[in-house]
């Protein structure tokens, strides 16, 4: 099994929030020819989004339809017991974050050869840290995208040229990008925060930890 395999034809995917993160998943998936729909409960969002041409609907109606798709991919706010997320979980659905579908797009060069991820992260500092960073490999004259949680998106991002990517990321986008192994991982710091959308403390600094995954070079 591919990467790729829930974008395979037949493929109908469910996309939760239409803010920044939705369109840029929607945008990506659109590229790939692989129909999806938006899950939004703001009508107003929804139609803007109808009147390009995207199918939408509500959470409570795509609750009631998760069997009409075979995947999900989220905006990093909404949290695993958001009901659209219980339900496709109970149904067994695969559910992605906008990093995850970027990862796995990127290890399969669909945007051409994969870049190196130089990720970040921390309960503070991150912004800071991840622009230092960027600007270090600028310095450097490397061919680098700052990208992720600091108004960028990474799908966004692959679509520039580029071998490297500083890559601020949340715990939110982390919890959701279980196969993201980056070159180099960096946690800043760990302190009590977003409690109320981690089930616990361990769970928050596991999500933090994910960045660590690639065991490269990680602090």
């Known amino acids: 099994m591919t990467a790729l395999h829930p974008l395979a ?33 703001d009508p107003a969002i929804r139609q803007r989004h ?25 905006s990093p706010g909404f949290r695993p017991t958001a009901p659209v997320l219980a339900a496709a979980a109970a149904a067994g659905l695969p559910i992605w974050g906008d990093v995850e579908l970027a990862w796995r797009l990127d290890v399969a060069e669909y945007y051409g050869p994969a870049r190196r991820w130089l990720a970040v992260t921390g309960t503070n500092g991150k912004t800071t840290t991840t622009s230092m960073l960027q600007a270090m490999l600028t310095a450097a004259g490397l061919r680098s995208r700052l990208c992720g949680n600091i108004g960028n998106p990474v799908l966004d991002a692959l679509g520039e040229p580029a071998d ?4 601020e990321l949340s715990s939110f986008q982390l919890h959701w990008a279980p196969s993201l192994r980056p070159a180099a991982g960096v946690v800043l710091n760990i302190a ?21 995954a690639g065991r490269v070079a990680v602090v």
């Open 192 to 212: 009590e925060d977003h409690l109320d959308w981690h089930n616990s403390m361990a769970d928050y600094t596991a999500a933090k930890a994910r960045v660590l």
């Open 9 to 41: 034809p037949g493929a109908r995917v469910l996309v939760t929030g239409g803010g920044v993160t939705g369109r840029s998943v929607l945008a990506a998936l659109g590229r790939l020819g692989v129909p999806a729909t938006l899950c939004d409960d």
């Open 164 to 167: 490297l990517l500083a890559v």
């Open 50 to 74: 109808a009147d390009a041409g995207t199918p939408t609907v509500s959470a409570s109606r795509a609750v009631e339809h998760i069997g009409d798709y075979t995947l999900v991919v989220t």
